[in-house]
């Protein structure tokens, strides 16, 4: 990918979706170009298409028209089973709800992304330990979620989607169950991932303090950007 290319570029994206007889235009020609190493940011009420378009830039759901391109490559033109694989290596995904499995402790989350991966041993500890020191969890690696705060659940979740060294981090409403410091942390990790790892990191949100952290915002009404 040349250096001045986009990491994400949509044309034209569209998305449909059917609710009985009635269609629901959940993104109407959305264009967007987002540069390595950029944190950007999508504002909008609920409703907006911030998640359809998050979904769609991460192949987890298929755009009713448009392009899409991730690093140079045409992600709608992928087989299922091509962007299966393009997630498992170039997309870290971080949610709302955390989805760490429970019986886990914070080191076993993250190495499991790497066990799956076929990651050597050697290098999974490594690995581990990078991800968790990004974060500021070094000290609690040993600890299950249920032993965590909302805010470090969530960065052992940050930490996770790093594992596999991807080039783009999706994050939908990850501070939407924190309180607004720890938003506010969550955010900073985010802009530091991005200005000093050379992340590209794309945010679905409706916390209107995400501006004070992005690079660049865009803001989604009724599926058009505005």
Known sequence: MAQSEPLVRTEELSRVYRVGERQVRALQGVDLAISPGVFAAVVGRSGSGKTTLL????????????????????VTRLSDRERTNLRRRHIGFVFQSFALLPTFSAWENVDLVLRIAGVAAGARRKRVQACLALVGLTKWADHRPYEMSGGQQQRVAIARALALNPPLILADEPTGELDSATGRQILAIFRKLASAEGLTVIIATHDLTVNEYATVTYELQDGQLR
């Open 55 to 74: 979904n769609c830039i991460g192949g987890l759901d298929q755009p009713t028209s448009g392009r899409i391109f991730l690093e140079g490559q045409e």
